[in-house]
């Protein structure tokens, strides 16, 4: 018998933030991370984005490669306690749309799938708060002495999460037609084209546009933003301002 499978991505589908950005400022907060790296590095991107002249994507690739430079030779233990810390406090900073949707997954018997972009110490912690079936992330490697080695195996790409998901759907043997995909960058567009029910949450701008250029997708995919109190679904074809 096939399973059925609901797949999600978490940065901006499940979780209102990035669950890396969270941990990058709780590593300067605990002095991994030398704090002047934020004011020489990231602070300029990032006030850019936040009133609205840049790009949140420039924002996140220039804040993930000073990441990465900045964790080379971390102790895997340190960055595990610092996630732990991530997730406790900020764990329940979730979409209620989402919410809700990963709780009626389950009471219907979908075996549900984490995959994201952000380090795969932090999806497995996410996964496990939130009781999905099994998880994948970008592996941070670490060497003999569990220090980070700056080597990433990357999953923040579509081709990569598409790889991901043809693994899944083997072992598990999932019926794609019954199944669901929930995400937010093009990053996620090969997910959300593979299953019979594909849904977009606050997509970006990129992204809206791959699915209204899709002949198949502009007709199956459901557009979901969330905002303050109110939750839309709207037609991919919806008018933009």
Do not use: C
């Amino acid at each position: 018998m096939k399973s059925k499978a609901a797949f999600f991505d978490i940065d901006g589908t499940i979780f209102r933030n990035s669950l890396m950005i969270e941990h990058f400022q709780k590593l300067i907060k605990f002095e991994v991370v030398d704090p002047t790296i934020w004011y020489t590095k990231v602070k300029k991107v990032y006030l850019e984005w936040e009133k609205r002249y840049g790009d949140f994507e420039e924002y996140l690739e220039i804040l993930a490669q000073v990441y990465i430079e900045e964790l080379k030779g971390v102790d895997k233990a340190d960055i595990d306690y610092i996630a732990e810390h991530v997730i406790k406090i900020n764990g329940d900073m979730i979409y209620k749309f989402s919410r809700n949707q990963i709780n009626w997954h389950k009471e219907n018997g979908y075996k549900i799938f984490f995959i994201s972009g952000s380090p795969d110490f932090l999806v497995s912690k996410m996964s496990e708060k939130y009781g999905a079936t099994e998880y994948r992330g970008t592996i941070y490697e670490v060497d003999e002495n569990n220090k980070f080695t700056g080597n990433i195996v990357k999953m923040w790409d579509s081709k990569s999460k598409l790889e991901a998901i043809k693994e899944i759907i083997d072992e598990y043997n999932v019926d794609l037609e019954s199944s669901y995909a929930y995400g937010d960058t093009t990053g996620d567009f090969s997910m959300l084209k593979m299953v019979g029910n594909p849904v977009a949450i606050n997509p970006n701008k990129e992204l809206l546009n791959e699915i209204r250029k899709d002949n198949i997708l502009k007709h199956k995919a459901s557009i979901i933003v969330e905002r303050k109190n109110v939750i839309y679904k709207l037609d991919p074809m919806v008018e933009l301002l």
